[in-house]
């Protein structure tokens, strides 16, 4: 009995939930683009990118289905964590146009590239309603 009660529990700690099912799924919406320009730093180069994480819902049901976002990427002259990464997720709205490289979140991340020799990812996530 306790063998059976052990292997239920198992089972039930081994199957996937909605949640995994959801985060597993194939979107072909995900992509990113390198969006040029990039900004020439002191120390360090920023490249901007349009990241599409997913697709939400469908147009019918949602204003905005698909979900893109503006991702910095900061990349120190000298790179001494090559595996070690950050991110740094902020609101803000995409339709504002790409990230201001003089605004706070961009001077934070980019002094923490720099600061720690790790690449330094900021990504802005649109908290609008849909
Ligand atoms: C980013 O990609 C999305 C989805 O393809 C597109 O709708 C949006 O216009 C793009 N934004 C920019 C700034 O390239």
């Known amino acids: 009995m ?7 529990l198992l089972v039930a700690a081994c199957a ?12 072909p919406t995900y992509e990113y683009r ?11 180069t920023s490249y901007f ?15 905005r ?3 893109w976002h503006y991702l910095v990427i900061n990349i ?8 070690t990464g950050f991110l740094y997720i902020t609101g803000g709205s995409n339709t504002n146009g790409r990230p201001d490289i003089t605004s706070e979140d961009c001077l934070l991340t ?3 590239a720099v ?16």
Do not use: C
């Open 76 to 83: 120190p002259d000298e790179i001494e964590f090559g595996d």
């Open 110 to 112: 980019t002094l923490m």
């Open 49 to 63: 990118i349009n990241l599409t994480s997913q697709l939400w819902l469908s147009p019918g049901e949602v204003s």
């Open 16 to 27: 996937a939930t909605p949640l995994d099912d959801y985060v597993n799924a194939p979107d």
């Open 115 to 130: 600061g720690t020799n790790t690449k330094i990812q900021l990504r802005r996530v649109d908290l609008k309603m849909l």
């Open 2 to 8: 306790k063998v059976l009660l052990l292997l239920s």
């Open 65 to 67: 289905a698909i979900w």
């Open 34 to 44: 390198d969006l040029g320009d990039p900004w020439d730093g002191d120390g360090y």
